[in-house]
């Protein structure tokens, strides 16, 4: 008799499929039966979920090609194996709390919707999970959380023949990949996967002083994807950092495109993250509270939204060195490193190109001179190279106007008798002098004839300014002439 049990009646869940399950149902494998086993052997597809009753001790299904549903074993404290010899394509496979020391067998499956590892504990020094999936190279979200487990890469059988499981070395493709509070787990290497559409998530993955007898238990953190190129969001954090790894390592090295945010966070002792092809984040770049990195290299990095870079305060420092050569696009960039040797300066570029900057050191805040204001061109004073227009009726004001009036009356004459001028000529003004000096009126020099009264001078004539640019010249005889007047 074949056992169902379903959320929905069969006339409300679709249409029963004889002997090979319901879609959207569940079959349910519980001892003593196990004449189901037999008929679910005879189907090349089975629809639904099946349930594995937690006193179950082997599930062996040979014969089918196709299970639509999940495979869910929770609580099985004595299950001893699972094989699915020629299952290709399986919907889900979560194993919770099964506290055992068997195997799990999918040599032929290719692809599973949802595959979660969960709670697998060892009670005794001997026990062990024994996986083998050599031709799974796609799955939809994978969830490895709170296991005994010490890596996701094949190991090596002991001398005694135990820790022995294939891990996933063939996966490819994912949505989500989630590997957390695994505390055995100091490697997260993941060797053929390529591209994950969604998160890749790892995070409080080794204690060093916590539980003991785990093959890889005391050693450094190593997080390793050497054939991942592209991925949705990508985060590797540690919310316990004081308990983490001696050292660590972050190697994607030919990761070239994320599509979210790429974030490291609070992972005790990684001292180096190895990103050398790295050109686009679509998202965000974080890198905070990571005790021992001290120099952040992106080589290739040409595009990204915003960085928030943040450095712990050691003994030893934070960020010495902080390189993006080739940033070409970002939006907001904000770096802040307690060490006293790390140099803001080195951001200048991107500080050129950023939407918003800011960056800071243990000396403070980093704000870089202004551009200085010598390069503009103030207007000019005047000079004296300037031209002055010839003509005394000029509209321009001299700024240093002269205390001699404009008219020459008798009582200039004394200028004309070899006597320096005192007039003060602005410096802005250039004064075009007389040719000819001023001649001593005791001078043998021949005159012409003798001025008559005639000859005298109009007191009232005016001649140009002295401080003009006129170059008119009296006649000498009338100077002299005028001279022995006043004389008399």
Known sequence: MKLLTSVYALSLAGVALADCGVEGGTTVLANPNFAILDELEACTTIYGDILVDPEFVYLILQGPQEITGTIIAHDNSILKAVSLPDVRKLGGFSFVSPQIDGNVNFPEVTEIGFLEWKYITFRYEFDYFGWGAPKLTKVSNLNVESTDLSGLTPDDQNEDGFYTYDGLPYLETADNIRVVNNVRMNEIVLPGLKAVSGSVVVGNNIDVGGRTGGKRDGGNLLVSFPALESAGNVVVYDD??????????????????????LNFTNIEKVTEINVPGLTDIDGGLYILNNRGLFDLEFPELRRVDHVVIDGQDTDDGGFKTISFPALEEVGSFHV??????????????????????????????????????????????????????????SPITDPFPTSEPSDTTATTAADQTGQTNQTSVPATTTVTEVSEPT???????????????EDAPNTSESSPAMSGTSTLKPPFARIALLFRLLRR
């Open 240 to 261: 316990e950092p004081y308990r983490g790894a001696l050292e660590g390592k972050i190697d994607l090295p030919v990761l070239n495109h994320v599509f979210g945010d």
């Open 336 to 393: 802040h490193s307690p060490a006293y040797v790390f140099d803001c300066s080195s951001l200048d570029h991107i500080r050129e190109i950023a939407s918003d900057f800011s960056c800071s050191n243990i000396k403070g805040p980093y704000n870089p001179d202004t551009p200085s204001s010598s390069s503009s061109v103030p207007t000019p004073l005047p000079s004296s190279s300037e031209p002055v227009p010839t003509s005394v009726s």
């Open 439 to 453: 001649k001593n009126p005791d001078a043998t020099e021949d005159t012409g004839p003798s001025p008559t009264d």
